[in-house]
Structures are given as C-alpha cells and as structure tokens.
C-alpha cells in the first residue's frame, strides 16, 4: 500500500493512465475529507462519490454531467447531508443517476430516503449496498 497526500485543492488530478482519470476535491465536513471524480475515458463514462460532507459546489462540480453520483445522506447535521440535499446536488450537478450511501437504517431507511431524494431530483434514486458493483 502506498500512501499519498492530496493537494487542498478542486479538481485535484490525482491519477491518470488509459483506463481513467481520478480527481479529488475537498468537501465541507467537520474533519478534512475529499469527494471523487472518476472518468473513464473508452466509454465516456464518469463515476462521482461524495464521503461525509454538508452541500458545497466542489461535490457539484466533482459530480457534473456524471452518470452516477454517489452520494452520503446520514441526515441534517453539521458536516453531513439529508437525502433531499443529496437529490439537489444531483440535480444541479445534471447527474443521471443518484445513489444514496451512509444513510440512517431501519425505519427511516428506504421509503423516506428514496421519497425524499426522489423530491429533489428527477433521475432513479436508489439506496447504495456493500458490495456493489458498476461496469464503465
């Protein structure tokens, strides 16, 4: 394993070879963290993930024209986001799918979440799961 600091700044590139171009940009939450931008130059094809971050233009930028964003949704609280945050992210990013991750369970987890981002934004909403997978 290999350990590498990331420049504190938007649309940091991070990594680039034939298959994809990486880039990090810091989000808004309590401890410094970073959101992903992955595009994926053969299929024209972008992947964009947000970790613990309350609403900022770096996750809709890092999210532009992407087709998938991933997404936290934990709730209103310093540092994080609602899933209707979530969705207006996704919307004004133009992304075409959204998935939810880093939500409450139980009760409050699938109808609420998915009605809630579904409010903000027009594209499929759906609830992120260990272990899955998208092909690019």
């Known amino acids: 394993m290999e350990m590498n600091r990331l420049a504190d700044k938007e649309m940091n590139l991070v990594q680039e070879n034939d298959q994809w171009k990486i880039f990090s940009s810091p989000v808004s ?10 595009e994926f130059p053969n299929s024209k094809k972008v992947f964009a993930y947000s970790c613990d971050t309350e609403p900022c233009s770096q996750v809709v930028k890092l999210a532009n024209n ?13 540092g ?7 969705g207006q992210i996704a919307n004004e990013a133009q992304a075409k799918q959204l998935y939810l991750i880093h939500y409450p369970n139980g009760n409050l987890k699938e109808n609420n979440l998915l009605s809630s981002a579904k409010g903000s934004f027009g594209g499929p909403v759906k609830l992120a799961e260990d272990f899955m997978e998208f092909e690019f």
């Open 66 to 78: 992407s087709d998938v964003l991933i997404h936290e949704s934990a709730g209103v609280a310093w």
């Open 29 to 38: 939450h309590i401890i410094p963290n970073i959101g992903l931008r992955i």
């Open 80 to 86: 994080h986001s609602s899933a209707s945050q979530a």
